[in-house]
């Protein structure tokens, strides 16, 4: 099957793990694809329990700041969830070069604290990625990031002088890792922060005995989102509701063989 024929599954969106306030937010142009539009349902939530905001990732929702959401586009599915067993995880060559280039960095983790440090940094990453001009203030990147209704780890990159250069936040629950966003310098793209963030937050859950890293949403037919099923073994939640292994690679294969 390939990508435009799965956009007209008939599956429903997945029903939350319990009852909650749900509210469907106006169609919006969709972030991962071109021309078509995204629809959102979601609910506030001021705390929220770890193991509970699991079950809640378990059935397709994400959060940003205290607003727990879940893509409900009319007949499209293609937004799965991906996680990783991180016992059974086996970085790539690409990802092993990664990893030695930046030993360099120290890594500090820690709970989520914003400073106008890493607001300047969040500006410079997001001016560069989406080329817009637009802002955000400590009270804005305050709400939509460093507030957080579920226990949360932030992940602080630099170089041996200090230098700011990436920051990366996930919840953490008691049996997941969920990666919310990550965001670094973009003058040193050439180190693969991101990809090196993914496989520090990895041996993060690794030490802690965590089953699994939560990488957000694979989306098929997106560059933006294919590099998540680079990292192996991993499992995506399919439209059925059933987590599957490796199933985002043979769907690829199935796309290139159209």
Same mark, same amino acid.
């Given at each position: 099957? *390939?990508?435009? +024929?799965? +956009?007209?599954?008939? /599956?429903?969106?997945?029903? !939350? !793990?319990?009852?909650?306030?749900?509210?469907?937010?106006?169609?919006?142009?969709?972030?991962?694809?071109?021309?078509?539009?995204?629809?959102?349902?979601?609910?506030?939530?001021?705390?929220?329990?770890? =193991?509970? &905001?699991? =079950?809640?990732?378990?059935?397709?929702?994400?959060?940003?700041?205290?607003?727990? /959401?879940?893509?409900?586009? @009319?007949?499209?599915?293609?937004?799965?969830?991906?996680?990783?067993?991180?016992?059974?995880? *086996?970085?790539?060559?690409?990802?092993?070069?990664?990893?030695?280039?930046?030993?360099?960095?120290?890594?500090?983790?820690?709970?989520?604290? @914003?400073?106008?440090?890493?607001? *300047?940094? /969040?500006?410079?990453?997001?001016?560069?990625?989406? &080329?817009?001009?637009?802002?955000?203030?400590? +009270?804005?990147?305050?709400?939509?990031?460093?507030?957080?209704?579920?226990?949360?780890?932030?992940?602080?990159?630099?170089?041996?002088? %200090?230098? $700011?250069?990436?920051?990366?936040?996930?919840?953490?629950?008691?049996?997941?890792?969920?990666?919310?966003?990550?965001?670094?310098?973009?003058?040193? =793209?050439?180190? %693969?922060?991101?990809?090196?963030?993914?496989?520090?937050?990895?041996?993060?859950? +690794?030490?802690?005995?965590?089953?699994?890293? /939560? $990488?957000?949403?694979?989306?098929? %037919?997106? =560059?933006?989102?294919?590099?998540?099923?680079?990292?192996?073994?991993?499992?995506?939640?399919?439209?059925? %509701?059933?987590?599957?292994?490796?199933?985002?690679?043979? @769907?690829?294969?199935?796309?290139?063989?159209?």
């Amino acid at each position: 099957m *390939s990508a435009a +024929q799965e +956009q007209y599954c008939h /599956y429903p969106a997945p029903p !939350p !793990p319990v009852p909650v306030n749900l509210i469907t937010a106006p169609p919006q142009p969709c972030p991962y694809l071109p021309d078509r539009l995204a629809t959102l349902r979601a609910f506030y939530a001021r705390q929220l329990d770890g =193991r509970l &905001y699991h =079950r809640f990732m378990d059935t397709s929702f994400r959060r940003s700041g205290c607003v727990i /959401y879940q893509p409900v586009c @009319l007949n499209c599915r293609l937004c799965m969830p991906l996680r990783v067993p991180v016992r059974r995880f *086996s970085p790539s060559k690409s990802q092993r070069r990664c990893w030695k280039r930046n030993q360099d960095l120290a890594v500090a983790i820690g709970d989520p604290t @914003l400073t106008e440090e890493k607001c *300047s940094l /969040y500006q410079r990453y997001q001016c560069d990625r989406h &080329y817009t001009e637009e802002q955000e203030n400590l +009270q804005m990147l305050s709400e939509s990031l460093y507030t957080s209704p579920v226990p949360s780890v932030e992940f602080v990159y630099r170089t041996p002088g %200090g230098r $700011l250069v990436a920051v990366g936040i996930c919840d953490l629950c008691e049996k997941a890792l969920s990666s919310v966003y990550f965001f670094f310098d973009p003058s040193q =793209r050439a180190r %693969g922060l991101g990809i090196f963030g993914a496989l520090c937050e990895i041996e993060f859950a +690794q030490r802690h005995g965590i089953e699994h890293y /939560y $990488l957000g949403y694979w989306v098929r %037919g997106s =560059r933006k989102m294919s590099y998540k099923s680079a990292f192996r073994p991993n499992e995506i939640l399919c439209p059925d %509701g059933q987590w599957r292994a490796n199933a985002c690679a043979r @769907l690829e294969n199935a796309d290139g063989e159209d």
